[in-house]
C-alpha cells in the first residue's frame, strides 16, 4: 500500500516526520523538488538504494543524484572537493544544479552505477529539504517509469507507482519543470553532461568555460556519468516529432505534418506556443520558463488523450532553452524536422 502525504498548502513537520522514518527504514518516498518529483531511498543503503532501480526499471549503470542539505554533508559523500565546487555551490545551491565529484568509499557503488565519482545536488525545495533533515542523504533520480517523461505532479508520481512505493508526498506542481543542470568536476576541465534547470551560461560567469559534453547533443556514449546521458528517456507511448528552426518556417510545417497525419487517420497531438488545429492542443506558455514547466506535462496529458503521434514545437537553445531541446529531442528518439 502506498500512502499519500498532502503537503499542498506547506512544510508539516509532523507529516515530514513520517516520510523521514520510512527513509530511515530503507523504504521509497517520492517527494517534490524544485525541479521535478524524486523517487527517494537513503543514499548509503545497498538494499533500498537497489530498490529504485527495480521499481523504475532503470538500468544498473545509470548513476543516481545523491540530494543533500547542509554543505557539510558533500564532505562526507566526496574524497575531493575542488575550488569549483565550494564557488558554485555558493552560488547556486540550494537550486538545481548536480556537481559529479569522486566519491568516498562509503557511498556504494549501485548508487554511482558503479562509477568511482558520485552526482550531489542540495535541492531548493522546503519539503525535499526537510525531508533529508529529518533522514539521511537520499539517493533521488525522477520519480517516473524508466524512460517515461519525468513527473510534475503528485499526479504523475501516483500514476506510476501507486501501490508499488511505501510514500508519495504531494506538495503541488514543481516549479522549474525539467531535471537540474549536471556538472561534472571529477575530470580536467568542468565539463556540461546534462543542461537543466540552471542554464549553463549562469555557471560559466562564476567558473569560466564549461566544456559540453557531446552525449547533450545526442552523441552515443558507452559510460553514463550522470542520469540522461545513455539510455532513452521522457518519452511517452506516442510518436514525437521536433519541428525546429525559424518560427514562421516552424508554424507552416507543423500545420501540414497535422493535415497530412490526420489525412491517414491518425489522432495528432500538438504542443506549441501558439494555437494549432489539431486533434489535442497543449499551450506551452510564452517564456521559455513556460516551456520548461509545461514540458513533461504536456507529454503525459497528450499521451492521456490518446494521440498517435505528437508534434512539438522547437525553442531557441538558449539558457533553459538548451534543456528544453535535449529532453524533447530524447523524447522523440532524436525524429528531428529543421526547416
Given at each position: 500500500?502506498?500512502?499519500?502525504?498532502?503537503?499542498?498548502?506547506?512544510?508539516?513537520?509532523?507529516?515530514?516526520?513520517?516520510?523521514?522514518?520510512?527513509?530511515?527504514?530503507?523504504?521509497?518516498?517520492?517527494?517534490?523538488t524544485?525541479?521535478?518529483?524524486?523517487?527517494?531511498?537513503?543514499?548509503?543503503?545497498?538494499?533500498?538504494?537497489?530498490?529504485?532501480?527495480?521499481?523504475?526499471?532503470?538500468?544498473?549503470?545509470?548513476?543516481?543524484?545523491?540530494?543533500i542539505?547542509?554543505?557539510?554533508?558533500?564532505?562526507?559523500?566526496?574524497?575531493?572537493?575542488?575550488?569549483?565546487?565550494?564557488?558554485?555551490?555558493?552560488?547556486?545551491?540550494?537550486?538545481?544544479?548536480?556537481?559529479?565529484?569522486?566519491?568516498?568509499?562509503?557511498?556504494?557503488?549501485?548508487?554511482?552505477?558503479?562509477?568511482?565519482?558520485?552526482?550531489?545536488?542540495?535541492?531548493?525545495?522546503?519539503i525535499?529539504?526537510?525531508?533529508?533533515r529529518?533522514?539521511?542523504?537520499?539517493?533521488?533520480?525522477?520519480?517516473?517509469?524508466?524512460?517515461?517523461?519525468?513527473?510534475?505532479?503528485?499526479?504523475?508520481?501516483?500514476?506510476?507507482?501507486?501501490?508499488?512505493?511505501?510514500?508519495?508526498?504531494?506538495?503541488?506542481?514543481?516549479?522549474?519543470?525539467?531535471?537540474?543542470?549536471?556538472?561534472?568536476?571529477?575530470?580536467?576541465?568542468?565539463?556540461?553532461?546534462?543542461?537543466?534547470?540552471l542554464?549553463?551560461?549562469?555557471?560559466?560567469k562564476?567558473?569560466?568555460?564549461?566544456?559540453?559534453?557531446?552525449?547533450?547533443?545526442?552523441?552515443?556514449?558507452?559510460?553514463?556519468?550522470?542520469?540522461?546521458?545513455?539510455?532513452?528517456?521522457?518519452?511517452?507511448?506516442?510518436?514525437?516529432?521536433?519541428?525546429?528552426?525559424?518560427?514562421?518556417?516552424?508554424?507552416?510545417?507543423?500545420?501540414?505534418?497535422?493535415?497530412?497525419?490526420?489525412?491517414?487517420?491518425?489522432?495528432?497531438?500538438?504542443?506549441?506556443?501558439?494555437?494549432?488545429?489539431?486533434?489535442e492542443?497543449?499551450?506551452?506558455?510564452?517564456?521559455?520558463?513556460?516551456?520548461?514547466?509545461?514540458?513533461?506535462?504536456?507529454?503525459?496529458?497528450?499521451?492521456?488523450?490518446?494521440?498517435?503521434?505528437?508534434?512539438?514545437?522547437?525553442?531557441?537553445?538558449r539558457?533553459?532553452?538548451?534543456?528544453?531541446?535535449?529532453?524533447?529531442?530524447?523524447?522523440?528518439?532524436y525524429?528531428?524536422?529543421?526547416?
Amino acid at each position: 500500500m502506498t500512502v499519500v502525504i498532502n503537503m499542498r498548502e506547506g512544510l508539516d513537520e509532523r507529516k515530514i516526520k513520517v516520510a523521514g522514518r520510512f527513509i530511515l527504514e530503507g523504504k521509497l518516498v517520492a517527494f517534490p523538488t524544485e525541479t521535478v518529483y524524486g523517487l527517494g531511498a537513503d543514499a548509503l543503503n545497498e538494499k533500498a538504494v537497489r530498490r529504485i532501480f527495480e521499481a523504475k526499471g532503470r538500468p544498473a549503470d545509470n548513476p543516481l543524484i545523491v540530494h543533500i542539505a547542509d554543505f557539510n554533508d558533500l564532505k562526507k559523500l566526496a574524497r575531493e572537493i575542488p575550488r569549483e565546487a565550494k564557488l558554485l555551490a555558493d552560488r547556486f545551491w540550494p537550486g538545481p544544479l548536480t556537481l559529479v565529484l569522486p566519491k568516498k568509499e562509503e557511498v556504494p557503488l549501485v548508487t554511482t552505477g558503479g562509477l568511482d565519482t558520485v552526482a550531489v545536488r542540495m535541492p531548493a525545495h522546503e519539503i525535499a529539504l526537510a525531508l533529508i533533515r529529518a533522514s539521511k542523504p537520499v539517493a533521488a533520480p525522477s520519480a517516473n517509469i524508466s524512460g517515461k517523461p519525468s513527473p510534475t505532479l503528485a499526479e504523475h508520481v501516483i500514476d506510476d507507482f501507486y501501490g508499488r512505493i511505501e510514500a508519495i508526498v504531494d506538495g503541488g506542481e514543481t516549479r522549474i519543470g525539467v531535471e537540474s543542470t549536471v556538472i561534472d568536476l571529477s575530470s580536467e576541465r568542468p565539463t556540461l553532461l546534462r543542461p537543466g534547470g540552471l542554464p549553463v551560461e549562469e555557471i560559466e560567469k562564476v567558473i569560466g568555460p564549461v566544456e559540453i559534453h557531446p552525449a547533450v547533443k545526442g552523441k552515443a556514449v558507452d559510460l553514463a556519468k550522470a542520469p540522461g546521458m545513455k539510455y532513452k528517456h521522457y518519452s511517452p507511448n506516442a510518436q514525437v516529432l521536433v519541428v525546429e528552426g525559424p518560427k514562421e518556417r516552424v508554424r507552416e510545417k507543423i500545420k501540414k505534418l497535422v493535415k497530412g497525419y490526420r489525412s491517414m487517420g491518425y489522432r495528432v497531438g500538438v504542443m506549441a506556443t501558439e494555437e494549432f488545429e489539431a486533434d489535442e492542443f497543449f499551450y506551452l506558455g510564452k517564456t521559455v520558463e513556460d516551456v520548461a514547466k509545461n514540458l513533461f506535462k504536456a507529454l503525459r496529458e497528450l499521451d492521456r488523450q490518446g494521440v498517435d503521434v505528437i508534434i512539438a514545437e522547437g525553442v531557441e537553445e538558449r539558457g533553459l532553452g538548451l534543456a528544453v531541446m535535449n529532453r524533447l529531442r530524447k523524447a522523440s528518439g532524436y525524429q528531428i524536422i529543421r526547416v
